[in-house]
């Protein structure tokens, strides 16, 4: 599970000092990075997990197709 | 010494010229943040990768009539030409996002990261993209979102992509607006169907519409958004991942990139063209050439082989541009070809109009490439002769100019659909013109159609 939390990667949402830089950064684009990083930080979960859960799909379905074959 | 005058914004330090040789001062103001970054070792691991340009601490002292303050002075090889964004090649705008993308990750590997995206730090030797601002780059705080993510856009992304989808050049875009292309602007022109990639739909479509409404609701929200570093690296890997697979439409795919195969030439003349070109740079062995017009870089590579030290090509076709860049990518020449027209070639831009220098400032060719150009100029745009070599022997004291008569098939073109007006456009003037300016060193008839061409030096 801390896994998946450091590939989703928005720690939380609270205030921060602002930093000294000398280019805008823009507050939309700044949100749109937190989109963002979560559907990179999802897709990578999913990639981190697709194993598991296709296993896990596939014995579902084994079990089932077997379950099937009993009646 | 002058400042350089696109050197200004950052108040950390700033670059000076002085007798060809290239110092960047580090001020009060961004000492702390640039000892932080060296003593991580990343200058050193990014300039030994070929990322980041070569840079080496000198003495202060060096600056201290013009920068008394500096507290650290860099100093950096001279490069063989400053280019700007908006007349790199498709793939010369990609490369340079890369770099940056890659640079950036590199810097978070070693705690560091970057306040900005802009392309204008990136300069090229040859087709190999470097970076060249170290005070980019300052130590990372956790939390800390992309900073340079909304620039990062403008400059690199959002002109890729309106080629991607539109099939619509994007250097004379980005040469009129030339902080780049908004998400804003770009959502506007974007086709229907380009919406269905989620991708464009969240960093051209949603980043587009939060820039034009920005309220203090959303400022208070951005300012709440903490990121983790390995989100940061995400979006930058993701982003990576993709720019790398951009690609020109075959709406780029023009006659010029097949100019070479289709030229009107038989094997014999292109063989004589070549030797000639050959042979003069051989005597000339001029340190940088300009090859105007130079289509898909035949001869800018003639050039180079013949002991040219580096060539910079001009050229307005995208197609014949992108043939060229990935000749001397493939090839790994000292060949750099950029998007011009040389009718009307960059204007001085920016600031003062000194940010962003015109292509007559930048002016350092020893020797000019000049191939199957001139009736193009002459017969095809309607400049006046006179003008054109005037304008053409200005640029470099040696040269070679191609003269096609108007008996060419390729002129005949030209003149397809229009009156002759150019009853000055002979072979007799052309000679009597170049030598009213230089000596003429060698003329030879190259082709049956009787193309000819000059060789000149200083009188």
Known sequence: MAHLIRAVGVVALFPVAAHAQYLDPGAGSILIQAVIAVAVGAAAAVKIYWRRISSFASRLSSRRSKSDADT | MPQDPASFRDPAGHVHVREGRVFRSVLPAGVAHYRAVRESGFFDRASSEGLL???????????????????????????????????????????????????????????????????????????????????????????????????????????????????????????????????????????????????VALHVKLQGRLERNVTAKREAAARSVRLSKTAVRNNLRSMREWVATLKPPGAQRTPWQQYELTAQYTPGERLSKAQFVREVIAAERPGTVWDLGCNAGEYSEIALEAGAGSVIGFEPDPGALSAAFSRAVSKQLRFLPLFLDVANPSPSLGWRQQERPGFAERRNADLVLCLALLHHLVLGRNLPLIQVLDWLMSIAPSGIVEFVPKEDPMARQLLALKPDIFPDYTRENVTALIKERARIVREEVVTESGRVLFAFAPP
């Not at chain 2, 340079?148 to 050049?169: E, I, S």
């Open chain 2, 53 to 199: 340009i070569e840079g080496r601490e000198g003495d202060p002292a060096v600056l201290q009539h013009v920068e008394p303050s500096a507290l650290h002075v860099i100093e950096h090889p001279h490069l063989d030409f400053i280019s700007h964004p908006y007349e790199w090649s498709f793939f010369g705008l990609r490369a340079a996002a890369t770099l940056t993308l890659d640079l950036h990750i590199l810097a978070l590997q070693h705690g560091m990261t970057m306040t900005d995206a802009s392309a204008y730090n990136v300069q090229f030797v040859g087709p190999r993209p470097v970076f060249i601002d170290y005070l980019s780059f300052i130590p990372y705080e956790d939390g800390q979102a992309w900073l340079g993510y909304r620039q990062f856009c403008q400059q690199f992304l959002n002109p890729l992509l309106l080629t991607v989808t539109t099939g619509v050049a994007f250097q004379p875009w980005y040469r009129g607006a030339f902080e780049g292309i908004s998400s804003s602007d770009l959502a506007r022109v974007l086709p229907f169907r380009s919406m269905f990639s989620p991708r």
